[in-house]
């Protein structure tokens, strides 16, 4: 069974520049979630997808940041415009059962943007 | 708000000489805690998930043991492939499928 995949593995752009990111989950798994870490700090999450809606976006910095999931499979998470502190690694996720809230999330190999 | 604690933030082990990881938390209605192995470049490895105080599981040498306040990740006589960053993470609370992550515990074995 193939992992979560995510692309690219590296991105590093001007401020002011916009990025898009890509996850996409194992197959059969209806919960998607991003997570980012910025250097120091502990892994926090961003938004939860169920299937193709938006189940929690609390974690979400600011309307800078959009993510997608059109047809319930891949997601994109895009900063537009990107800022210095948008530094990090940006970690996909996805997991099968949607009723307990306690199912093993398996993580993907992570993004890591640079915004100079 | 829930909080995870993980400690000591680093841990120098010789190879053989077993230890054990702590991972302190306050959560309002556990549903789930995990440990993650990572490693340098890579995305958190899925090793063990633990739902309720009592409940104790085992890989190799690794052991998850699970309190009301508090997990142990205990490592038997390590290796130095068993080096790496070890992440400890809650999910609780009623329609909140989040994650809260600890910082981890850096692991190096020394052969």
């Known amino acids: 069974e193939a992992g979560v995949t995510q692309f690219p593995s590296h991105s590093v752009i001007e401020k002011g520049q916009t990025v898009t990111l890509r996850c996409d989950p194992i197959?059969?798994?209806?919960?998607l979630y991003w997570y980012r870490r910025v250097m120091g700090k502990e892994i926090k999450f961003l938004l939860h997808?169920?299937?193709?809606?938006?189940?929690?976006e609390s974690g979400m910095p600011n309307n800078r940041f959009l993510a997608e999931r059109t047809g319930g499979t891949y997601s994109t998470l895009k900063v537009q415009p990107a800022e210095l502190e948008d530094s990090g690694v940006y970690f996909c996720?996805?997991?099968?059962?949607?009723?307990?809230?306690?199912?093993?999330?398996?993580f993907g190999p992570g993004t890591r943007l640079t915004v100079l | 708000e829930d909080q995870v604690t993980q400690s000591p933030e680093a841990l120098r082990l010789q190879e053989g000489e077993s230890s054990s990881l702590n991972c302190s938390y306050t959560?309002?209605?556990?549903?789930?805690l995990f440990w993650y192995r990572q490693d340098p470049g890579k995305g958190p490895e899925f090793l063990f998930t633990?739902?309720?105080a009592g409940e104790e599981k085992e890989k190799e040498r690794l052991k998850a043991t699970l309190t009301k306040k508090e997990s142990f990740l205990h490592i038997t006589a390590p290796k130095p492939e068993d080096s790496a960053t070890y992440l400890c993470?809650?999910?609780?609370?009623?329609?909140?499928?989040?994650?809260?992550f600890g910082k981890g515990t850096k692991l190096s074995v020394i052969p």
């Open positions: 959560v309002s209605g556990l549903r789930g």
């Open positions: 633990l739902y309720s």
């Open positions: 197959s059969g798994h209806d919960n």
């Open positions: 993470a809650v999910a609780s609370g009623a329609g909140s499928y989040q994650l809260t």
């Open positions: 997808f169920v299937k193709e809606s938006k189940q929690d």
């Open positions: 996720a996805s997991s099968r059962i949607y009723l307990t809230g306690g199912d093993t999330q398996y």
